[in-house]
């Protein structure tokens, strides 16, 4: 693999000399791994404390969490396209922010109001 530009070590995901990645793909399967692994973190906590009393399998949360991250991913890219002209740093750590207060605030009532309609 000396002419391609890739490391000759093995691993995944795979990277060029620079220690960037190499595959589009890879990046994008890491990424999901990350979210199930982290939605099943979160079932098998949530699964624990409906099992000891602590409350129920939170539906609501789920569907509270879900909900909110997909207001907050659209927040957050309708306000870095707004603030393109600025350095990315900024904008970046504005679309950051601006996800943040969107998920919590959506997530927060988001559960207390389906908890009310779910019982």
């Known amino acids: 693999m000396s002419g391609t530009g890739q490391r000759s070590q093995g691993g995944f995901p795979r990277r060029d000399a620079e220690g960037r990645v190499v595959a589009y793909?890879?990046?994008?399967?890491?990424?999901?791994?990350?979210?199930?692994?982290?939605?099943?973190?979160?079932?098998?906590?949530?699964?624990?404390?409906?099992?000891?009393?602590?409350?129920?399998?939170?539906?609501?949360r789920v569907a509270a969490a879900l909900t909110a991250g997909v207001v907050a991913v659209l927040g957050g890219m309708l306000l870095i396209g707004q603030v393109a002209g600025l350095p990315p740093l900024l904008s970046g750590g504005l679309a950051a922010a601006a996800f943040t207060l969107l998920y919590a605030t959506v997530w927060f009532h988001g559960v207390r109001w389906l908890g009310r309609r779910t019982g």
């Open 25 to 60: 793909g890879d990046l994008l399967g890491i990424g999901l791994a990350g979210v199930v692994i982290g939605l099943l973190a979160l079932l098998v906590f949530d699964w624990g404390f409906a099992t000891v009393g602590a409350g129920e399998f939170g539906f609501a």
